[in-house]
């Protein structure tokens, strides 16, 4: 897809549209507390290894092919994922008995599933943040700033009530907006060296490269199901895209017990758990016909939000859905997004998949770091998780597999290609089969220790 096709702002809106969506259904139907749904890295592995079995053409192939031929090219791509995504959230929709499930994913597993979503994606976060490393890391340093050095730094504001009148209050700006503000900030000196011509013409760091996409894109745009053309299905796709399901699940049963504590709601029972699992899947599924190129979980950033304003009303969010869905549908907000110069967003990645696997890494709180056989799993599950899946990438590993049956080429080449399904399978294999394993119970709270000393 060319980098100025409006189609990227229609992808962008309809994230937001179908975000809204499953928030509704989330909040009113699903686990029933004010919890954002929407994309997530996890799925950004299983898709990319997903595209290495679909090369595209070489560049000047591609300038010679038509607007309609290269509309066809991203479309077929598209429609693969599309499928591996709905059919590997069928899994998710199923997992009925998500207790049970859970008694056999203990932290040794959780811990490498979750931090390889981060150690896998910094060539994607490395590669936009070249393309002007200056902004890119005025961008970090801003962010940086804003969430960790000025989050307790409160400005003064005024509430008004018919009983007291004015009121001085404080306001965390820094705390509750640290990306917003550093994207604005970055974006701004973006534009005003692009208006000074400090940039040279072509640099990704110019605000003008995209502005055609604003122009060109409707006011008003309805996402529907299939608009990019009918999923295809391929063995390969789902199961490789089934390891950013799983991670889905671990990451949104720890989201629920910290969003009930934080808004002072009991600890969801295991039914409610169930029903926010199984609505997630079906937004996954949503997703998946939409064509968001993405599954949906819940987002740890709203659960923050949650305990810096004290608002943990399910109310609020439903009006936040319901204002995703109206921005939705107004492609010019989508355009706008697909605008932000390519080293801001690529700054905003380093922090991000930073923190991801940050939070991989906390679940470590519950794992005995003396045991040398918790140790084991866990340094050899992230190790190999990283070190098979960098070997396979290489050009000359692509057709390294060959057991003279095409599918099973194909799904060997995307499960082995994918880090966090290699490092979470290793972990879950060791953890439940070398002795004086873990003791089972329900994450995210303390499991019980056993003799093995996890």
């Not at 937001?16 to 592995?45: A, D």
């Not at 873990?438 to 709270?445: A, L, N, Q, T, V």
């Amino acid at each position: 897809m060319n980098s100025t096709d409006p189609a990227r702002g229609a992808i962008a809106s309809t994230i937001i549209f179908v975000s809204g969506i499953v928030t509704l259904l989330q909040t009113s139907f699903g686990i029933r507390l004010p919890i954002v749904q929407g994309g997530t890295h996890g799925f950004l592995g299983p898709t990319l290894a997903i595209l290495a079995l679909m090369p595209c053409p070489p560049e000047e192939e591609l300038e010679a092919l038509t607007y309609t031929e290269r509309t066809h090219l991203w479309q077929t791509r598209m429609n693969e994922v599309q499928g591996a995504i709905c059919v590997a959230a069928i899994f998710q929709v199923l997992v009925g008995a998500i207790g049970a499930l859970l008694r056999w994913i203990s932290p040794l597993v959780i811990v490498p599933t979750v931090t390889l979503i981060g150690f896998s994606l910094y060539p994607v976060a490395a590669s936009k943040a070249s393309s002007h490393w200056g902004i890119a890391s005025m961008t970090i340093v801003l962010l940086v700033l804003f969430s960790q050095y000025l989050s307790e730094v409160a400005l003064p504001g005024f509430t008004w009530s018919r009983e007291r009148g004015f009121t001085r209050i404080n306001i965390y700006v820094f705390k509750l907006f640290p990306v917003l503000l550093a994207v604005v900030m970055a974006w701004g000196t973006c534009w005003i060296l692009t208006v000074t011509e400090v940039l040279p013409k072509d640099n990704l760091a110019r605000t003008d490269l995209r502005l055609d996409m604003i122009t060109e894109s409707p006011w008003f745009r309805v996402p529907y199901p299939c608009q990019w053309g009918l999923p295809t299905v391929s063995v390969a796709g789902v199961l490789g895209m089934l390891a950013g399901v799983l991670a889905s699940i671990v990451e949104s049963v720890g989201d629920y017990f910290a969003c009930a504590r934080l808004s002072g709601a009991p600890a969801p029972p295991k039914h409610a758990i169930n029903r926010g699992i199984w609505i997630e899947g079906l937004g996954t599924i949503l997703a998946g016909l939409w064509g968001t190129g993405s599954g949906t979980t819940s987002y740890s950033q709203n659960v923050g939000a949650i305990g810096v304003t004290k608002v943990g009303s399910r109310r609020v969010v439903q009006y936040s859905a319901v204002i995703m869905l109206l921005c939705g549908l107004v492609g010019k907000v989508g355009a706008l997004l697909i605008t932000i110069p390519e080293p801001i967003i690529g700054g905003i990645f380093c922090v991000v998949f930073a923190m991801i696997t940050s939070v991989g890494l906390s679940t470590l709180q519950y794992v005995d770091l003396n045991s040398s056989r918790n140790l084991f799993v866990l340094g050899f599950s992230l190790f190999f998780g990283m070190a098979l899946p960098m070997w396979m990438a290489k050009p000359e590993n692509l057709r390294i597999i060959q057991t003279s049956v095409p599918m099973l080429d194909q799904v060997l080449s995307v499960l082995l290609k994918t880090s966090m399904f290699v490092g979470g399978c290793l972990g879950f294999f060791l953890d439940n089969t070398i002795p004086d394993g873990i003791g089972r119970g329900m994450y995210p709270y303390p499991l019980r220790l056993s003799a093995g000393g996890s």
